[in-house]
């Protein structure tokens, strides 16, 4: 979804999509919360502009799905920020915290635990340079949820399965 969603975001650029992994590990009908998404995606940026792209934190509601609003609440370090979000899957909103750590050029990490809606939330950016063409990368987005309750992880598969 992720990589999706930078399309809409204003990119003049054409993007390659390249095979990715499975999307979804888990079946809609699994009393599991746990839900994981891979997605992977060769885009005609290069990593480094993924990656400052991806560090925006405060632009996150611009071009993340799901993300109405989002702000930094303090510098922990150069490398790390404590960030407020809220996310809207309709009709409940959710504020929470994550800690996001920033390695650059190569990967935007954020973790968040405890809220209303999950245990955990983990979502990995990472950007891979393509040495054929530095205008291009590959991108790997990947999120690993543990919701409260089982019908959230149902609403999540459902919300990001591409509609057919």
Not at 6 to 21: G, H
Not at 38 to 49: D, H, L, P, R, T
Not at 76 to 90: K, Q, R
Not at 104 to 132: C, G, I
Request: hydrophobic letters at 35%.
């Amino acid at each position: 979804m992720f990589c999706r969603a930078l399309t809409k975001y204003n990119f003049s650029k054409r993007y390659y999509k390249i095979p990715k992994f499975p999307p979804i590990f888990g079946d809609p009908s699994s009393t599991s919360t746990r839900r994981e998404y891979y997605e992977s995606v060769k885009i005609g940026y290069s990593a480094e502009q993924m990656y400052k792209l991806a560090a925006d934190v405060v632009h996150y509601k611009d071009f993340v799905p799901w993300c109405t609003d989002s702000k930094v609440i303090r510098h922990i370090s150069t490398n790390c920020a404590e960030v407020e979000l809220s996310v809207g899957f309709p009709p409940l909103i959710e504020k929470y915290t994550s800690l996001v750590t920033f390695s650059k050029p190569k990967m935007v990490k954020s973790v968040s635990q405890e809220s209303r809606l999950f245990h955990y939330l983990m979502s990995t950016w990472q950007f891979h340079p393509n040495a054929d063409d530095p205008d291009t990368c590959v991108v790997h987005f990947s999120v690993i949820t543990v919701f409260n309750k089982t019908s959230f992880a149902t609403c999540f598969l459902f919300s990001i399965q591409p509609a057919n």
